[in-house]
């Protein structure tokens, strides 16, 4: 009879040692082609070179389109290595260039869909990081910024929130002198929607509360615009305001204008407007790339589903579902932590993680083993036990073993009475403080 093999071998992976992994992965890299570029292309990179990662660069525009994409995952790779580590380098000029570097192949190429554009917003998102990391010139930031939106292709879209640290009020000021500029000119066309668009993220960045709503109460009544309205006045203190836009909104709900002509993806954005989630924006997004309008209504969409996300546990997993369902795990996890999802959704996640970002992981096993530890059965210890031994894995790859032989010592002194834990942690084969492997086993 033949035996199907099992759906997960992680649990099985990690039972070997380093040195037998290590000699089944060489292995396989040398019949397949791509892994072993992809292995040598990290291994170039693994020690945050940062002088590598910018070689990477400098060779990456003569290669094709897939080794383009594997070199620029590399040097992102780097960069978020050392970002993670609080690497005391300058590495915003690095991320910046990346940024520039992406978004000229793709304007070059004319496709804005595939795995590069989305190599171009993770970029974005460490430029963001490196530059509040270590905030460059803030004037000079400003007109990068206004640079890429105003003059560029249309891609990346900055979010202004995401650069306001770095950016500080000079470099806000600056922003907010062109957006006026250009809305007083009075001139239709790609320029005027875009110093619209920023218009509106400055007054959220400044916390204009009146600015912010004027602007969204001019938009065409829409769900997604009133609930804003209402979150917006709410955080000011401006309760009975909120409560009065509120019964507007629902007023004219009641009596919404006849429907005029629209077009697929305007109908799923409609849908998606009155019930923000993981179903409607699937349908939403596959209208709007069917047509051409995936950029800006992504972006508007997720702006909806993460306010929503900061309402509760429930309303986070949607968004951390959505960005898992767009590929984006980075994003996924970075919305999971800011606006705690699920501890079940956030130990997924962790399982996702815990081999290529070991210690961003390592608080949330820690979680996992005080829980197991609580239920008091032997099925509970059993598995806290492997959860430890997980544990000690990924504290070794984060080079802080040190800290887990202190936190297993806490933790088997706070339950050493609980006899069977003790004996599920020696048979996990993990080596116990002296004090315990000195008293009796228990019978």
């Not at 380093?18 to 890299?29: F, R, S």
């Not at 009133?226 to 019964?247: D, F, Q, T, W």
């Amino acid at each position: 009879m033949r035996v199907s093999p099992p759906s997960d071998l992680r649990p099985y992976l990690r039972t070997l040692d380093a040195e037998t992994l290590a000699d089944l992965l060489l292995a396989q890299a040398e019949r397949d082609p791509e892994l072993r570029h992809s292995l040598e292309l990290r291994a170039a990179t693994q020690s945050g070179d940062v002088s590598e990662a910018h070689r990477l660069l400098d060779t990456a525009v003569t290669d094709g389109n897939v080794e383009y994409t594997a070199k620029i995952g590399a040097v992102l790779d780097t960069l978020q290595r050392m970002l993670d580590a609080g690497s005391r380098a300058d590495l915003a000029p690095l991320a910046r260039r990346t940024v520039d570097d992406i978004s000229e192949v793709l304007e070059q190429s004319g496709d804005h869909a595939g795995d590069l554009a989305d190599r171009l917003d993770r970029a974005v998102e460490l430029y963001a990081r490196a530059c509040a990391a270590r905030p460059p010139d803030p004037e000079k930031l400003a007109d990068w910024i206004l640079e890429v939106e105003f003059d560029g292709p249309g891609r990346p879209v900055i979010d202004l929130a995401e650069f306001a640290t770095a950016l500080g009020e000079p470099g806000l000021k600056r922003i907010k002198s062109t957006v006026d500029d250009v809305l007083a000119a009075n001139g239709p066309g790609h320029r005027r929607d875009v110093a619209e668009r920023l218009r509106e993220q400055l007054a959220e960045v400044l916390g204009d509360v009146d600015e912010l709503v004027a602007i969204l109460s001019a938009k065409p009544p829409r769900v997604d615009v009133s609930l804003k309205i209402v979150r917006v006045l709410r955080a000011a203190g401006r309760h009975s305001e909120a409560i009065a836009h509120a019964a507007r909104a629902l007023t004219h709900d009641k009596h919404p204008p006849p429907p005029g002509p629209e077009d697929k993806t305007s109908r799923r954005r409609r849908e998606f407007d009155a019930k923000p989630g993981r179903e409607t924006y699937t349908a939403l997004r596959e209208a709007a790339q069917a047509e051409g309008k995936w950029t800006v209504q992504r972006r508007d969409a997720l702006a909806c589903l993460r306010e929503r996300a900061a309402e509760g546990a429930e309303q986070a997993g949607e968004l951390v579902r959505v960005l898992l369902d767009d590929g984006r795990p980075d994003e996924a996890w970075r919305a999971c932590v800011r606006f705690g999802a699920s501890g079940e959704l956030k130990l997924e996640l962790a399982e996702q993680r815990a081999a290529e970002h070991p210690a961003e992981t390592i608080p949330v096993f820690r979680e996992q083993v005080d829980e197991l530890i609580e239920r008091k059965d032997p099925q509970a210890y059993r598995e806290a036990a492997r959860r430890l031994k997980l544990l000690r894995t990924l504290h070794k790859r984060a080079g802080t073993s040190d800290e887990f032989t202190a936190y297993l010592a806490a933790l088997v002194e706070n339950h050493r009475r609980k006899t069977r834990l003790i004996t599920e942690i020696r048979a996990a084969r993990i080596a116990l403080p002296k004090a315990v492997t000195s008293a009796r086993a228990p019978r």
